[in-house]
């Protein structure tokens, strides 16, 4: 008996020398990285001014306005469901017929000063614009292309107008950019052939051409957006990726540059072989959102994500009943849902071809700009609080102030808060200073009740915590 002890004994301290000696070599292997040339330039998140306003900004718009605009997802009289701005390749058009558009070009209704407004009242902190969509047409008159405003009836930079009138506002202009470009003969999907190369290489400079005449004509950029860098030609020249995104930064100090440009060594997008992140933040949150409850790692680095209204379309299209149209309480959920992980918001619009905004464009940034006019304290400047997410909504922190934002009701007038661990909920209160009631119900609960007078609106109420003392000790922990 005293054997077979003896035995079990020295078989457990064996298996616990060997637990300790795999997970020793575990975590070594955890920590040894593969050798890259193009990975990620930092780890972590940017604390320098410029990215601290870009975080703080939280709110901004997207606008896709490019030659697809006039077809507005229609030609040779047949409706394609797919977005506008694909149209092109829906309806496998060729380049040739397709920059005839460009005669077209002439956006009588454009307003520089009247598109700025609108984004100034919707509350929004900057903008991003297509500088040039995949179909290759340019918004400014770029001296590297024939395809380009100064070559249509219009004639004048809409771009020098548009960040002119932007800036003037207080609003940051944000540049989006394809680098996949429909119009170019050197552009290619893939590199399979000696002539392949020498021709992506034509393009690639060509590429660096238009972005550093962008910097260099619009130096008040804040940021650079890129798109169309998903094909193989991309990935396998992961040195321009990293060479344009530094490029960027020497011509522009404090840009602020996404994930989507970049590509490792090995072809790996937004996060490198070692799964850092390349870029200033990541962009792959396209009319999507991290879940809540699960993807709380995302708040280790800046991200951003984009929505549009129809569920389809980010250009104009005629036809917005091919999809679901989002509520603005529905893109005001979004919202808050990205700030309350961490994130930005961008909230898509697709001008018509003459330059307006359609009717249900208008009314969206009308609703969003009355609701942040009241409510924006829970979004400028936020961030993620830290607190278990309850049914009712979603919880923003900035500095000391916890916000609740809520969006359903409960039929009990009790909004559960769930406290960290060693602090207590000691005062709940509407924006106007309305004082709720706080009652304490378990170990790191409450209730903070409903107001009197129903919102009839998602709504905001301030939440104060201080360290808890004896008194936030009175209940039992349960036995096990």
Request: charged residues 30%.
């Amino acid at each position: 008996m005293k054997t077979l002890r003896g035995r079990f004994v020295c078989l457990l301290l064996l298996v616990s020398i060997l637990g300790i000696g795999m997970s020793a070599r575990a975590q070594e292997t955890e920590k040894k990285e593969i050798p890259l040339k193009y990975g990620a330039t930092y780890v972590g998140k940017r604390q320098d001014d410029a990215m601290k306003k870009f975080r703080e900004n939280r709110l901004g718009a997207f606008i896709h306005w490019g030659l697809y605009a006039i077809p507005g997802g229609e030609w040779n009289g047949k409706v394609y469901n797919g977005a506008a701005e694909w149209l092109k390749s829906w309806a496998k058009v060729p380049s040739d017929e397709w920059m005839k558009l460009m005669k077209e070009w002439n956006p009588k209704q454009f307003d520089a000063q009247t598109w700025a407004k609108m984004m100034k009242d919707m509350g929004v902190k900057y903008v991003k614009i297509t500088t040039k969509h995949h179909e290759g047409f340019c918004l400014w008159s770029s001296k590297y292309s024939k395809y380009t405003v100064a070559h249509t009836p219009y004639k004048k930079d809409i771009w020098g107008e548009l960040v002119k009138a932007f800036n003037d506002e207080g609003i940051d202009v944000h540049f989006y950019f394809s680098v996949m470009d429909w119009s170019h003969p050197d552009w290619r999907y893939d590199i399979k052939t000696a002539e392949d190369s020498v021709a992506f290489s034509r393009f690639l400079e060509f590429t660096d051409n238009q972005l550093r005449e962008l910097a260099e004509r619009y130096p008040t950029v804040k940021d650079f957006w890129f798109d169309g860098t998903w094909d193989a030609s991309v990935k396998k020249n992961a040195w321009w990726t990293a060479h344009a995104e530094q490029m960027l930064k020497e011509l522009l100090p404090g840009v602020t540059v996404n994930s989507r440009l970049r590509a490792d060594d090995y072809g790996k997008r937004h996060f490198d072989s070692n799964g850092h992140l390349m870029g200033d933040y990541e962009s792959g949150y396209e009319r999507r959102l991290p879940d809540p409850i699960k993807d709380v790692q995302v708040t280790q680095w800046d991200w951003e994500a984009c929505m549009t209204l129809p569920e389809n379309q980010w250009g104009y299209h005629k036809d917005w009943s091919l999809s679901y149209v989002k509520t603005p309480v529905e893109v005001l959920e979004r919202i808050v849902h990205a700030v309350s992980m961490g994130g930005n918001m961008v909230v898509n619009f697709g001008p018509q071809p003459d330059g307006d905004f359609r009717p249900e464009e208008k009314e969206m940034a009308a609703a969003i700009g009355e609701w942040m006019r009241k409510y924006g304290e829970c979004i400028y400047g936020c961030d993620y609080a830290g607190l278990e997410k309850q049914d009712w909504g979603y919880y923003t922190r900035h500095g000391e102030n916890v916000y609740m934002v809520v969006f359903n009701r409960p039929y009990s007038s009790h909004l559960i808060v769930k406290s960290s661990k060693g602090e207590q909920l000691v005062s709940a209160e509407l924006l106007d200073g309305t004082r709720l009631k706080v009652t304490e119900t378990a170990r790191d609960e409450y209730h903070v009740n409903m107001p009197v007078q129903d919102p009839s609106e998602p709504f905001v109420i301030r939440l104060h915590f201080e360290k808890a003392g004896e008194n936030g000790k009175k209940y039992r922990e349960a036995l096990i």
